[in-house]
Each structure stands twice: as C-alpha cells, then as structure tokens.
C-alpha cells in the first residue's frame, strides 16, 4: 500500500459518525468522582491523610535525580513517544509496529471508540466509569454487562457474553477489573475475539502487572493474530507514577496504523519519554513490588474475616472491594476513617455497587496494619451499641 493510497482510504472508513460532532456531552469533566480526589483530601487531624483511594503501588521505583535541563525542554518530544514505545518494545517483548504510545491510557481510553467510530458497546458494571463515557462521547450507545455481588462479580460464561455481543460492535473491559477485582481470563478474550472476528475488543490492563500470573495472564504477546483486540496499558499503577501520564495501545499493526490516523501528536512530554527509559532499570523494584503485593494481600484478606461486619471481594489486584454489612450507614464508617486519617474510595456512584460499597488499595504493611486496626475497631463499637 502507497502513502497516497494509505492516507486516501475511503472517507466513510476513517471519518467519525457525525453523530460524535453533534452529541452533547451529558457529563462534563468534573460530574463523576475518581479516587484520589485532591478537594476530598481533607482530615480532622494534624497526621498526614493515609490515601487507600488510589490503587497505586505502594513503594515508587528508584529514578535518577536530575534538573529539568537534562530533558531539553526547548526543544519538541518526539511526535510519537519513541520513549515510551521503546519501553514497552524491551520490556514485555512487543513488536514496534504493535505499539501506540499514549499520555497515560485514559488518552487510548477515549481515542479508541471515536476512531473506530463505534456504534454501541457492551461495558461490565461495575467498572472503571470512563469506558462507558468515552464510547458515549464518541457517539456510541452503552450497554451494561451487570456483574453481580452474589456471584462475587465474577464475569458470566462466554455464552451468555456472547448472546449480548450480538447487539453491540465492541466490548470494552479490564482484566481485573476495577473496583471489583475480579479476572477477565484472557483465553475467554480470545475466544471471543475468534467467535466474533467483526467486533472490537478493547481490554484495560492497568492492573495486569499485580496478579500472580503475569506475564501469562496478559494480551500484549497474542496480538498479531487478532486484528479485532486492542489492550490499553498503563505504567501509572505499577510504577506509582500517575502525575506522569504513561501508556500505550498494544494491537495489531493493522489496527495501530488505524488508530494512528486519529492520534494527537506529541501527547507525550519529553521527561514522560525519559522516565519511561529509566523504568527498564527498575527490575529489582518489580520484584519488590509483586513480593509486598503478594503478602500484604494475603495477609489482608485473611484478617478481613475476622470483621465479620465487612465483606471484601476481590483478590486478584492490589486493591479490595469492601461491602459495609452493618445497619449503621456508609457515611458514618467513612467519616470515622476520615477522622483518623484515613482515606478509602466510596463506591456507590458505581452502577451496581449503590450499597454501602467501598474499596481499599494494597499500601504498606504498618498502614495496612493502621486500616485493619481502625475497621476492627469501629465494627466491634456497632457491634457492641447493635440492638
């Protein structure tokens, strides 16, 4: 294929539905609340406020200290973060031609649906709620894919994902899944991807790197046979960087040049570029981080059973989903925490999770240890005062 012809493909293929220019955007930047929120970070006390809202790791990797000069900042990145793309090359083994290096994956999170210019999309809920607004801006109608408590919100069988992926064109999912924790298997992906090979796949691997067996569980290496699969990455968990917007899109070469066609150039800044360099030094900081993860999250899981008013879902990531089973409300435990320093995510702006849900990242094991003590201490208090 000619450069002319390439970028001359018939304008229907490329250009998005004009109902992507004309859809008024319903919820605007600031209506959904996310983790981490900096106007929410407020306690009572003198002590420094413990965030278990964000799912970040724990510890940060050893990165070098250098001045601003070193980056050259008066002159442009490269167009296309050749940082990042390099990174992603040499660390996970990825070809070069299956890469797109993103400012961060929320930036794959909303180009995807609008240059594939989709028209309806199956997302799970709960779920990380900017799938369902990035297909909505780009036009596409939102079907939900309901996990559910009872069933310790474990994805449905590939039959009955199959029966909705009828009436859609895409499905957007993570494995795991935020806040639930649970695995999508990536042989379910694959499966899928072959049963229905005229339908997208848009698979969210932000927390891919903590569970137990990674790199096996991941897509990135199975990509050059499935055209129809797209796996947005992340270096903001793992690597506890998300001031510094690191990602990319891992697919198929065919599909990368796709998406090429819609990309910002230089989304990404020349020190994300160099610190994603940096990051291919930080092998022994990996092993740290899935050693402290491993044991932290046993450990918390095993202690979560004795607090017989919280149930926890979820053991796959570095984080818990929590339920609130006393007849005391939510709001009551969250200030109680907020009091003592204490920060954990509210869940119940997620579909399905209205119920006295909230979720807890994996931190340091004496900060874990301060949670535990804390939830123990005031479910024994209702206890005690229940009628």
């Given at each position: ?82 940082g990042v793309r390099d990174f992603f090359c040499r660390r996970f083994d990825v ?78 999912a993570a494995n795991p899944n935020n806040p639930t924790g649970s695995r999508f ?203």
């Open positions: 294929m000619t450069i002319f012809t390439y970028y001359l493909l018939p304008i229907t293929y490329y250009l998005l539905p004009i109902t992507y220019y004309l859809l008024p955007i319903t919820v605007n930047l600031y209506s959904y609340k996310h983790g981490g929120a900096p106007t929410r970070r407020a306690s009572s006390g003198q002590e420094a406020l413990i965030d278990f809202s964000v799912n970040i790791s724990p510890i940060s990797p050893p990165l070098p200290e250098v001045s601003l000069d070193s980056f050259a900042l008066h002159r442009y990145p490269s167009i296309d973060g050749s070809a070069h031609d299956c890469v797109l290096p993103l400012n961060g994956a929320i930036e794959g999170i909303y180009l995807i649906p609008a240059a594939l210019g989709l028209d309806s999309a199956l997302v799970p809920a709960p779920s990380f709620y900017d799938y369902e607004r990035a297909c909505s801006t780009a036009g596409a109608k939102v079907r939900y894919l309901m996990l559910k408590d009872q069933e310790k919100f474990v994805f449905p069988g590939i039959e009955e994902i199959s029966e909705k992926m009828k009436d859609v064109d895409a499905m957007f298997p990536k042989e379910v992906v694959l499966a899928l991807a072959s049963r229905f090979p005229d339908k997208w796949f848009i698979i969210d691997e932000a927390f891919i790197q903590f569970v137990d067996d990674f790199p096996g569980a991941s897509l990135m290496n199975d990509l050059r046979a499935f055209k129809n699969i797209i796996v947005v990455s992340s270096l903001t968990k793992f690597y506890a960087l998300p001031g510094l917007r690191l990602g990319a899109a891992i697919a198929h070469p065919d599909t990368i040049a796709r998406l090429l066609c819609f990309k910002t150039p230089w989304s990404v800044n020349a020190v994300a570029d160099a610190v994603a360099l940096e990051l291919l030094n930080a092998g022994d900081f990996e092993k740290e981080v899935r050693r402290l993860i491993t044991h932290e999250r046993a450990k918390i899981f095993k202690r979560m059973k004795q607090i017989p008013s919280v149930s926890i879902r979820g053991y796959a990531a570095n984080f818990f989903l929590a339920r609130w089973k006393c007849d005391s409300s939510l709001d009551e435990l969250l200030t109680y925490l907020m009091e003592n320093n204490i920060f954990v995510r509210d869940c119940r702006n997620f579909p399905g999770l209205e119920d006295k849900y909230f979720r807890f990242a994996i931190r340091k094991p004496e900060e874990n240890e301060y949670l535990l003590k804390h939830l123990q201490r005031f479910a024994a208090l209702k206890e005690t005062l229940a009628p």
